[in-house]
C-alpha cells in the first residue's frame, strides 16, 4: 500500500501476526489481559503503547485473539477511553509543532506544504470520527485552537 501524499511505497512498518490462534506460548488468559490492558491505561498510556507493552514484556502478539476484543473495546468497556483518538491527537500535535516550527522559521517553503498536507489528513480522520461518532458532530480543527492545547 502506497502512502498518501507520497509517490513511495511505505514498506518498513510492524506486520501482524499471520494465524490468528491463540499462540501456544501464551500463559495469560483473557481475564488477566484485560487487567493489565486497566493497569496500563489508568497509568496514563495510550492504546498502542499498550499493546507493545503486551506484546514486548508479556509476550501477547495480538490480545484481540486471546480476549475476542480490541484494547480499544476494552478501554470503552471500562470507561477508560481518550475523548480524543489516539491517531487525530498525535496528528494535531504534530500540526502545532510544525505551526511553532514556522512562526521561527518563516522562509521554511517545504515545511508550510507539509503543514497543508498533514492539516488536510486531520479534516478527513475528523469527517471519519464524526460519522462513527467517535468524536462530536461540532468538533471543528482549527489551527489557533490547537496551538492553545
Excluded: F
Excluded at 496500563?40 to 514484556?57: C, H, N
Excluded at 503543514?115 to 489528513?121: P, R, S
Aim: with cysteine; aromatic share 4%.
Amino acid at each position: 500500500m502506497g502512502r498518501m501524499h507520497t509517490h513511495r511505497h511505505g514498506k518498513s512498518h510492524s506486520i501482524r501476526p499471520a494465524t490468528l490462534q491463540v499462540p501456544s506460548w501464551t500463559k495469560l488468559d483473557a481475564k488477566e489481559i484485560e487487567e493489565l490492558v486497566t493497569k496500563y491505561a489508568k497509568e496514563g498510556m495510550t492504546p498502542s503503547q499498550i499493546g507493545i507493552k503486551l506484546r514486548d514484556q508479556h509476550s501477547i502478539p495480538l490480545a484481540k485473539v486471546i480476549t475476542g476484543k480490541s484494547i480499544c473495546q476494552m478501554l470503552e468497556q471500562n470507561k477508560l477511553i481518550s475523548e480524543m483518538p489516539e491517531d487525530l491527537d498525535n496528528m494535531v500535535k504534530k500540526a502545532v509543532g510544525l505551526q511553532r516550527h514556522l512562526k521561527e522559521n518563516k522562509g521554511d517553503k517545504r515545511n508550510v506544504r507539509s503543514l497543508e498536507l498533514i492539516e488536510a489528513k486531520v479534516h478527513r480522520l475528523s469527517v471519519y470520527y464524526k460519522k462513527i461518532e467517535r468524536i462530536p458532530k461540532t468538533w471543528k480543527y482549527k489551527s489557533v485552537v490547537a496551538q492553545l492545547e
